[in-house]
T-cell receptor
Framework: QKEVEQNSGPLSVPEGAIASLNCTYSDRGSQSFFWYRQYSGKSPELIMSIYSNGDKEDGRFTAQLNKASQYVSLLIRDSQPSDSATYLCAVKNKLIFGTGTRLQVFP | GAVVSQHPSWVICKSGTSVKIECRSLDFQATTMFWYRQFPKQSLMLMATSNEGSKATYEQGVEKDKFLINHASLTLSTLTVTSAHPEDSSFYIC??????????????FGNGTRLTVT
């Protein structure tokens, strides 16, 4: 089992819709979780970090963590075409990355 | 704040030569830097953890004699790809954690170096 797993997508949503991205991880002892956005040919940029069970909101983004079920998700409200990118889930202090989910937001 | 500068942004070299990539934390000190490699349409794969003043810790399957890492100061780590081959062509990305950050703090990434070996 991979340490971090994501659906590679693409996930296509219309502009204005909610995009839901999911990630599962194998190490039950993981304490820190991050969502990064990566545009093609660019480095990842941090969107959200979450450390406790529950929801964490920042603008149009909401991260959800469920340690019992070992999953973390990212919701993007009012999706915009500029949100089209690959979203990487990462866990642990060394940042073990999932393969990323490619999101496409169409007008 | 928390800017990481990586240089060069792209490099083309001939097979058998060596290439050095620099990673600098511009406005913070970093005792730990990480080097990643990303092949097209794949995720970032951690290659090694670079520790200031000590030897780097390499991930399984990464040849330490081929990928030389030096972290001589709190603001600079270098990755040298020695005797490069076409299969080493990839996107290399460094990241750093601020000195005051905890092990759970997010990392700050450089802009990456696209290496093409001909």
């Amino acid at each position: 089992q991979k340490e971090v797993e994501q659906n590679s997508g693409p996930l296509s949503v219309p502009e204005g819709a909610i995009a839901s991205l999911n990630c599962t991880y194998s190490d039950r002892g993981s304490q820190s979780f991050f969502w990064y956005r990566q545009y093609s040919g660019k480095s990842p940029e941090l969107i959200m970090s979450i450390y406790s069970n529950g929801d964490k909101e920042d603008g149009r983004f909401t991260a959800q963590l469920n340690k019992a079920s070992q999953y973390v998700s990212l919701l993007i409200r009012d999706s915009q075409p500029s949100d089209s990118a690959t979203y990487l889930c990462a866990v642990k202090n060394k940042l073990i990355f999932g393969t990323g989910t490619r999101l496409q937001v169409f007008p | 704040g928390a800017v990481v500068s990586q240089h060069p942004s792209w490099v083309i070299c001939k097979s058998g030569t060596s290439v050095k990539i620099e990673c600098r934390s511009l406005d913070f000190q970093a005792t730990t830097m990480f080097w990643y490699r990303q092949f097209p349409k794949q995720s970032l794969m951690l290659m090694a953890t670079s520790n200031e003043g000590s030897k780097a810790t390499y991930e399984q399957g990464v040849e330490k004699d081929k990928f030389l890492i030096n972290h001589a100061s709190l603001t600079l780590s270098t990755l040298t790809v020695t005797s490069a081959h076409p299969e080493d062509s990839s996107f290399y990305i460094c990241s750093a954690r601020p000195y005051q950050g905890t092990s759970n703090s997010p990392l700050h990434f450089g802009n990456g170096t696209r290496l093409t070996v001909t």
